[in-house]
């Protein structure tokens, strides 16, 4: 039995445990922020880490980048995301001053409004007389840039413009020149980045899936033109063997091959990965999109510095990019859908995170049976001295009595606990000594495992 209704369950149980919170929360919260707690890091920093494990190190043909996030200005100028083409169509609400995204009001009125112009929109709300969800009438509909905008402090006016990058993939493009320089790359090749990126997003909803602070996980993929198709082919089979990584069940993944009049002017094949999320349905979890020679023309033209890749025999052209895109927080939100599971257990109900074990913030528990016994605590902390030099994550529990740790640890999605007790002592049955209970979380089956083939039994 699983939530498939609503995220209300996962997002309190993020809160309760020290996965997430709302972010400034003692001075009322900054909308659109949120801050990741202890367990929440680590989830975070396990799906970054195995991301990077799986798309740059376990590869011959990807190259790892750290870009800053502030960039001179020009570069939003070349990628166009000072223009019209990085805004979203805005609404006020005209007696409250509220701000909604026209696009996202119609579709809640069940209105598709996917692409449509500001006339356009202004049209269909005159038309079917839709109101803001306060029931005021709105105002005419205009652009809103997303970026968020800074001034960097040595100069006066509007030279010290700055602003935050509102995604990773223009810090690779900037340093695709650089990377061949340095590491002569053999095309095809990739840079692959993760990064905080910023939008002004009008109204941040749905928990960390729309947020205006947020981190993606990109990668560039340069490629001939002439094998751009084989080349996507294979990308998107990888993209398929990360979300089986992630431990998403694959009836809830789905890809949505945008129409060719919804693609971007330079794309001429983009594919969302979409995640069935609980109370939400299906939506973009990841894009995948083959964006031509598009982005390196565009900074060759504006910076005057070639983008060129010469090849060995001296044949010089400017590569074409693939580009899977992914955001670390819907990730980590759909991670934590799917694992949300509530079962049965002793006559009650039980709610558990499910999660692969790479991904779990802790990969075991250990703990004596009664905290205040020292010999058992003596030879329990031996035991998570152990794991936690094979592990490193590896959690010390012995708060309240088993039942409650256990339940505990369920929740956070703690693949096994280890329970030192009397026997491990070999006070009880002497043949018992040095083994320990360790109980699986996802059947509650406990089972006797001897100290000396613990991280074996483990792994
Ligand atoms: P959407 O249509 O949902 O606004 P997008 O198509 O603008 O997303 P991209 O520009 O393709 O998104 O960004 C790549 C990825 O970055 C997305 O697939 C998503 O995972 C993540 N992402 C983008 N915007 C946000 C946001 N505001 N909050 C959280 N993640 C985001």
Not at 243 to 263: I, S
Not at 420 to 427: A, K, S, V, W
Request: with cysteine; charged share 30%.
């Amino acid at each position: 039995m699983t939530t498939k209704d609503s995220m209300d369950k996962v997002v309190s149980l993020c809160k309760r445990r020290g996965f997430v919170f709302q972010g400034s929360e003692i001075y009322g919260g900054l909308k659109g922020t949120w801050d990741l707690g202890p367990l929440g890091v680590a989830l975070n920093n396990n799906i970054k880490r195995e991301w990077w494990k799986m798309f740059v190190e376990d590869r011959e043909d990807m190259y790892g980048l750290d870009a800053a996030i502030l960039m001179n200005a020009k570069t939003w100028e070349a990628s166009g995301h000072t223009g019209a083409g990085f805004c979203d169509p805005l609404v006020e609400d005209t007696e409250t001053g509220e701000r909604y995204r026209a696009d996202h009001l119609l579709k809640d009125n069940g209105i598709e409004a996917d692409g449509l112009t500001l006339e356009q929109i202004d049209s269909l709300i005159f038309d079917t007389g839709v109101k803001s969800p306060k029931g005021n009438p709105l105002s005419k509909a205009r652009q809103f840039n997303m970026m968020f905008e800074t001034r960097i402090g040595a100069v006066a006016g509007p030279e010290g413009l700055v602003y935050l990058r509102p995604e990773t993939a223009q810090g690779i493009f900037v340093n695709f020149k650089n990377v061949v320089d340095s590491m002569a790359p053999k095309i095809p090749f990739g840079i692959a980045q993760i990064g905080k990126a910023f939008r002004n997003e009008i109204a941040p909803r749905e928990f960390l899936f729309r947020v205006r602070e947020f981190e993606q996980m990109e990668i560039e993929y340069f490629v001939k033109e002439s094998e751009w198709k084989e080349r996507f082919e294979l990308l998107r089979q990888d993209l398929w063997k990360w979300f089986d990584h992630l431990g998403l069940n694959r009836a809830n993944v789905q890809e949505y091959d945008v129409p060719a009049n919804d693609l971007a002017h330079y794309s001429k094949r983009t594919i969302d990965f979409e995640y069935n999320f609980p109370g939400k349905g299906f939506d973009e979890l990841a894009g995948f999109a083959y964006r031509t020679d598009h982005d390196l023309k565009s900074h060759m033209n504006a910076s005057g510095q070639s983008m060129e890749y010469i090849e060995p025999d001296g044949a010089r052209f400017i590569p074409h990019v693939l580009e899977p895109s992914f955001g670390v927080g819907r990730a980590f939100t759909a991670v934590l859908c799917e694992a949300y599971t509530e079962d049965e257990m002793g006559g009650e109900v039980r709610a558990f995170l499910k999660l692969p074990k790479h991904l779990a913030p802790y990969r075991v528990a250990v703990s004596p049976l009664l905290k205040n016994k020292p010999e058992l605590v003596e030879k329990a902390r031996e035991v998570f001295k152990l794991l936690k030099k094979e592990f490193g994550n590896v959690a010390w529990d012995d708060n309240g009595n088993i039942g409650k740790r256990y339940r505990r640890q369920d929740e956070i999605g703690t693949p096994a606990c280890i329970v030192i007790d009397f026997e491990t002592l070999g006070q009880e049955k002497p043949e018992l000594g040095d083994t320990v209970t360790v109980r699986d979380r996802d059947t509650g089956e406990q089972t006797r495992v001897a100290i000396a083939e613990l991280v074996n039994y483990l792994k």
